[in-house]
């Protein structure tokens, strides 16, 4: 998986890969922000914090 942001765009974009497929996802700055929220909360809570 690779992540990185673009100025031409203005957007986060994150890669999947796997062999020869590869998925693109392409998110907004508040997105990209929400999206981080979510996996902190997620792994918060896998180690009992939440």
Do not use: K
């Amino acid at each position: 998986m690779t992540i990185g942001a673009t100025r031409h765009g203005d957007s986060v974009q994150v890669c999947l890969s796997d062999n020869m497929m590869q998925s693109y996802m392409n998110f907004t700055a508040e997105q990209a922000r929400a999206v981080a929220a979510e996996l902190m909360a997620c792994a918060d809570a896998l180690q009992g914090r939440a």
